[in-house]
């Protein structure tokens, strides 16, 4: 039976769920879950992780992310020695920058979610320089959060967003290019966040990750909750509600500068995602 463990549980703070803890494990640990995500990075040692039901080996250098209510454990314990940072992706995780990383693209949502598929060959393992520089940041992380200075919440959520931009970047140099999966996905979905207001069909997309169609729509609706169109035409529409602000440009012209070709179709799709027409939009805005 699988243990689950929610934030409230351990002492996360609504609104700021994040722990950092350094953890020498020298026993087996329990297969659990939780209703938060672990960023885990393994220093020293070795053993067996056990993810829903699979054992794949661990070892000094393994990064990989558990996002909540993924059963996980540990057994065969070796010296392992690991920082486990426990965090709310909704909350940290939402800086536009950093889904134009390919490399934050796959390590963040599409390995965790494929590595099933990949064998566990998309993991990232850094190497020694990588591994010291990761453990650096981490301990500042670390020391932040224990100490809790004045200021320490910003300074802890600006320090793990250059690890996790430290983390993509080191994912994109180490996962190499034709055998891993996770990360051609991954550079499909950046050409999307830098190109969506341009035309782009959903063969377009899966040719450039070197999958079918069914194959592309299932990894991406199962990684992002929606359909890759719904997720471009989502980004257009709040595009163009930045564009709205501006009265000199005609609806029409917002909807052209958004990528929609069609007016009545920008209208009908605004309307079922923000309950109003483009006119009401600028109307409001106007108001406040």
């Known amino acids: 039976m699988t243990t689950k463990l ?6 996360l703070e609504p609104g700021f769920t994040f722990r950092i803890q350094k953890c020498p494990l020298n026993h087996d640990y329990y297969v659990h879950c939780h209703d938060f995500s672990e960023l885990v990075v393994i220093l020293s040692g070795h053993a067996v992780h056990i993810i829903e039901g699979k054992e794949y080996p661990v070892s000094a250098g393994q990064v990989f992310l558990i996002h909540s209510d993924v059963s996980h454990g540990y057994k065969n314990v070796d010296g392992i020695e690991y ?12 800086l536009p920058e950093l889904r134009l990383l390919p490399g934050f693209q796959a390590l963040f949502y599409i390995e965790p979610f494929y590595r099933k598929e990949m064998y566990f060959k998309g993991m990232l393992m850094l190497d020694g320089p990588q591994l010291q520089e990761a453990t650096r940041l981490l301990d500042t992380i670390l020391a932040e959060h224990d100490g809790q200075p004045e200021g320490y919440r910003l300074m802890v959520r600006t320090y793990f967003t250059a690890l996790v931009g430290m983390l993509s970047r080191y994912y994109q140099q180490n996962g190499g290019h034709a055998e891993n999966k996770a990360l051609r996905i991954g550079e499909t979905i950046t050409y999307i966040e830098e190109h969506f207001l341009q ?9 450039m990750a070197y999958m079918s169609t069914r194959q592309f729509l299932r990894v991406f609706t199962r990684n992002y909750q929606t359909t890759p169109m719904d997720y471009i ?5 709040d595009y163009s509600c930045t564009l709205l602000r501006n ?9 052209m500068d958004s990528g929609f070709r069609d007016q009545n179709y920008y209208s009908r799709q605004f309307r079922k995602v923000f309950r109003c027409s483009p006119s009401e939009y600028r109307e409001k805005l106007q108001d406040n």
């Open 83 to 94: 920082v486990n940072v426990m965090f709310q992706p909704e909350q940290l995780l939402q």
């Open 199 to 207: 035309p782009i069909t959903l063969q377009e997309m899966a040719d």
């Open 233 to 237: 035409i989502r980004k257009r529409l």
């Open 247 to 255: 009265p000199d440009l005609s609806i029409s012209q917002v909807a």
């Open 6 to 11: 929610y934030a409230r549980d351990i002492g």
